[in-house]
């Protein structure tokens, strides 16, 4: 598996537009209170968590100098990988000919989740240690062909970016929030007023986080403060562990780097927008729109919202 020494500059797009996006991209952000109208009584839909766990079953593995890629559940919607050895490491994740996705990898030699958030298809993984500046060398790697169950399970699963456990606080909160609501639909707006009244904006954070910053979810509770980065991972937890399918989005809406969260609901399918950070405040658009022609003119043609990477 392993190749001859390859020193390659590598550009991380993604670490780049996720610092931008999610730090100084919304350091003008500040803390809204907004109103919250909760659904209707009598509401039936069961609010239990539901925490998919991903495992390292070690029934197809690929195993390097220092690495291990375990490919057991990629019909589940992501590859798990840890490094024992040292040093700065980087991984790319890359579906076919697309824009790779690059992670930070840490060297603890504990496993990563990484969703395979691109469909189905032929992906490509590689891991590059530092050697000095921003030149990086290969160390290991490992290709494979994904056919998923279906197409929601990469965004229905804890992940790297998106990191909790049945443990977690946020997972019991979410039962919280969600009692009583009438659908999913309510469920998204619960825990999106919850987070955005609740979590104060942390300025002294976003001028100091690292490329290399990941969420803390129980942090983001328990001090009730964070960076975009942290809103958007938090709710997106909660939504996944209540069996609402949950795209963490960065690209450009408008001229501007932004993210966003897209939920799906069997009623609406994908709701791309849903939830976005404006340059200013996190936006709720109404979902009600998504039954009528209101979000599809919105969002239309692409040209207020295009994608670039999601988590």
Request: hydrophobic share 40%; aromatic share 12%.
């Amino acid at each position: 598996m392993k190749r001859g020494l390859d020193i390659v500059r590598l550009t991380f797009v993604a670490v780049l537009v996720l610092a931008i996006a999610l730090t100084a991209g919304c350091a003008e952000g500040n803390k809204t209170k907004v109103t919250e109208t909760n659904g209707g009584e009598g509401a039936s839909r069961d609010s239990r968590p539901v925490v998919l766990v991903p495992r390292a079953d070690g029934t197809l593995i690929f195993e390097g100098t220092s690495s291990l890629i375990d490919a057991s559940h990629l019909e589940d919607g992501y590859v798990m990988v840890k490094y024992t050895g040292d040093g700065r490491i980087k991984m790319q994740l890359t579906h076919d000919d697309q824009e790779p996705y690059t992670y930070d990898l840490p060297t603890s030699g504990v496993f990563q989740t990484f969703p395979l958030t691109s469909g189905n298809g032929h992906y490509t993984l590689n891991i590059y240690r530092n050697i000095s500046g921003d030149k990086y060398a290969f160390v290991d790697g490992a290709s494979f062909d994904v056919i998923l169950k279906n197409e929601f399970t990469p965004f229905l699963h804890p992940s790297q970016y998106v990191d909790y456990t049945e443990e977690t606080a946020a997972v019991a909160h979410s039962e919280i929030l969600a009692q009583g609501a009438s659908d999913d639909l309510d469920v998204v707006k619960r825990i999106y007023y919850y987070v955005v009244n609740n979590i104060v904006y942390d300025m002294d954070k976003a001028k100091n986080v690292p490329s290399s910053y990941l969420p803390d979810l129980d942090d983001t509770l328990h001090t009730k403060r964070g960076i975009c980065f942290d809103y958007a991972a938090l709710m997106t937890a909660m939504l996944r562990v209540q069996r609402i399918p949950t795209r963490l989005v960065i690209g450009y809406a408008g001229k501007d780097y932004h993210a966003w969260i897209s939920v799906y609901t069997p009623e609406t399918g994908w709701i791309d927008g849903i939830i976005h950070f404006d340059g200013k405040n996190w936006v709720l658009m109404d979902p009600t729109f998504a039954a009528g022609r209101g979000l599809a003119d919105y969002i239309g043609d692409g040209s207020n919202y295009n994608a670039l990477f999601y988590y």
